[in-house]
């Protein structure tokens, strides 16, 4: 009978210290979201950028197009330029590379990022929450860079 009372306390105790740490985590959780999203305070409005992040040496372009609305992204278009060739970077940019399976995957790799990263950001709200994925660094450095052009002026 003892041993019953003891193990009903001891659940007891859990549950007074072990139930409101639940709760403040989920609160936590919430308030960072909410300060994440108010955080950066835009403006509402569409922003436009160009970057060519790191990759000067290279003919290709970010641009960016950002619909701030109540404060939040609500549409994102990113397309990368090549400006040598006068042509957008897209699925079918790989025949440029034709024998070098190499490059022909770097392609479709930075390709699947450049459709890919837009979504991402709308999702997270943060461009500083998105990781490259693999294989597509070039596409996230550059449209990283061009968010954050496109957004210097956003900024309330």
């Known amino acids: ?12 105790t859990a549950i007074l210290f072990l139930a409101p740490s639940f709760c403040f985590g989920q609160v936590i ?20 950028g160009k970057s060519q992040s790191v990759y000067s040496a290279e003919p290709y372009w970010g641009i960016v197009r950002i619909k701030v609305k109540n404060g939040l992204f609500t549409e994102i278009d990113f397309t990368i330029r090549d400006s040598s060739l006068h ?3 897209n699925e079918k940019y790989e025949k440029h ?3 070098i399976p190499e490059y022909i995957q770097q392609c479709r790799n930075d390709w699947k990022g ?7 950001m709308s999702e997270s709200q943060n461009i500083d929450k ?5 294989g597509a660094t070039w596409s996230c450095n550059i ?3 061009s968010v954050k052009e496109a957004l210097k002026d956003a900024k309330k």
Request: hydrophobic share 45%; charged share 20%.
């Open 1 to 12: 009978m003892e041993k019953i009372r003891i193990l009903y306390i001891l659940i007891f």
């Open 29 to 48: 959780a919430v308030t960072d979201s909410i300060s994440l999203n108010n955080n950066l305070h835009y403006q509402d409005g569409i922003y436009e």
């Open 87 to 89: 042509e957008t970077f």
């Open 97 to 99: 590379f034709e024998g």
């Open 114 to 120: 450049v459709y890919t990263y837009p979504a991402k």
């Open 130 to 134: 998105i990781d490259a994925m693999s």
């Open 143 to 145: 449209f990283k860079a």
